[in-house]
C-alpha cells in the first residue's frame, strides 16, 4: 500500500501519506475488505471440525475477518511473490484508499495535535465495557485538563475513543466544521 500511495501521490506529504496508509491497512478497512471479498462465507465452508454457530459467529467478527484477510494476502505473497499479486490487492482496496482521502478518519490524531499546540494532553477513561468478550460495548471519555470534554460508544475502545475525540474537537473550536464520522468501527 505505501508504494501504491507514494506512486499515485507523490506530491503529498511524508505524514500524509502515512495516515492515509494507516487507514488503509487497519483492522477496519482489512475487514471491509474481507467482507467485499466474501471470505467469511468461504471460512463458514471450510470450518475445520469447529460447531456451524461458532464458525458462523467467527465469520463476522471483524477482528477474525481482518486477520483472515492478511493471512491469505501474507499467504499468497509467499506463493506468488509482490508482482504478480500487487495490482489486485490495489484493486481490493481500491475504496479504502478513496474512502481515506475524502473522509477524515483520526480525530484522535488531530486533537492531540491541537492540544500540543498549547502544551495540553488528552486522556481517554473506559466509561463502560458492556456484553459478551466477542460483542463488547464500549463507553470512552476524552479527558483534557480534569475535564471530560466529549463522550464516545462503540464496538471497541478505539471507536469509541474516536468518537470522544470528535466531540472534544467541537467543544474545542465550536465553529469549526468537524467531518462526519468514519463509520469505520
Known sequence: M??????????????????????????????????ELDLGRRLAEHGGGLQPEEIERLAKNRNVLAALLEAVLGALFLEHGFAPIEEAVVDAFAERIEYALTTHVDHKTEL???????????????????????????????VVGGEQLGVGEGNSKKAAEQEAAQQALAKLAPDAPIPAASGLQ
Open 2 to 35: 505505501a508504494h501504491e500511495l507514494y506512486r499515485r501521490y507523490p506530491e503529498f506529504s511524508e505524514g500524509r501519506l502515512a495516515k492515509i496508509r494507516s487507514h488503509v491497512v487497519s483492522r477496519a478497512s482489512c475487514a471491509v475488505v474481507a467482507r
Open 112 to 142: 492531540q495535535e491541537a492540544l500540543a499546540r498549547s502544551g495540553r494532553q488528552v486522556s481517554y477513561v473506559v466509561l463502560s465495557a458492556e456484553g459478551p468478550p466477542h460483542e463488547r460495548h464500549f463507553t470512552c471519555a476524552a
